[in-house]
């Protein structure tokens, strides 16, 4: 996300049972937009309970509003914040080419610095033979390595 557009992008963050989702489906529905979870939890399926998936939230006035980033992954994938930061530049790019306005919306701090800041993250390749290697030491070895 460049300076230009960070103007059409809103961002509402806190504390897990605040009311966070609720009131960014309510100015989505009010400044024509879309809500962006996140959310660290939210994006896998089937894990309604526990996460604060308040999907009925996203239902203002009969309307359903669109949200994104949200029941993306299996449980158990190890989804991380590299991976949040390219779905949120897709979800963001798509919401702002349809001339919407994009809702940040959880309060997975580190989601929200990657997405509001802009890091440049690489993807890195598992070693699985340094991995295999280091299976084998003890935590203190490791420790001492670190």
Same mark, same amino acid.
């Given at each position: 996300?460049?300076?230009? &557009?960070? &103007?059409?992008?809103?961002?509402?963050?806190?504390?897990?049972?605040?009311?966070?989702? $609720?009131?960014?489906?309510?100015?989505?529905? $009010?400044?024509?937009?879309?809500?962006?979870?996140? /959310?660290?939890?939210?994006?896998?399926?089937?894990?309604?309970?526990?996460?604060?998936? /308040?999907?009925? /939230?996203?239902?203002?006035?009969?309307? $359903?509003?669109?949200?994104?980033?949200?029941?993306?992954? =299996?449980?158990?994938?190890? @989804?991380?914040?590299?991976?949040?930061?390219? &779905?949120?530049?897709?979800?963001?790019?798509?919401?702002?080419?349809?001339?919407? $306005?994009?809702?940040?919306?959880?309060?997975?701090?580190?989601?929200?610095?990657?997405?509001?800041?802009? @890091?440049?993250?690489?993807?890195?390749?598992?070693?699985? =033979?340094?991995?295999?290697?280091?299976?084998?030491?003890?935590?203190?070895?490791?420790?001492?390595?670190?």
């Amino acid at each position: 996300m460049n300076a230009k &557009d960070s &103007d059409k992008l809103l961002v509402i963050t806190g504390p897990t049972a605040t009311g966070k989702t $609720r009131l960014a489906a309510h100015l989505a529905n $009010r400044l024509q937009g879309e809500v962006i979870s996140a /959310d660290s939890r939210q994006v896998y399926r089937g894990m309604n309970l526990g996460t604060g998936k /308040d999907l009925e /939230d996203f239902i203002i006035d009969g309307s $359903r509003i669109p949200f994104h980033l949200i029941d993306i992954v =299996d449980p158990g994938y190890e @989804y991380n914040v590299f991976e949040f930061q390219k &779905d949120f530049i897709n979800a963001y790019q798509h919401i702002i080419s349809q001339h919407k $306005r994009a809702i940040l919306c959880g309060g997975t701090g580190l989601y929200v610095e990657a997405a509001i800041s802009g @890091y440049r993250l690489q993807q890195v390749p598992e070693n699985t =033979d340094l991995r295999q290697q280091l299976s084998t030491l003890s935590m203190a070895e490791l420790t001492d390595i670190l």
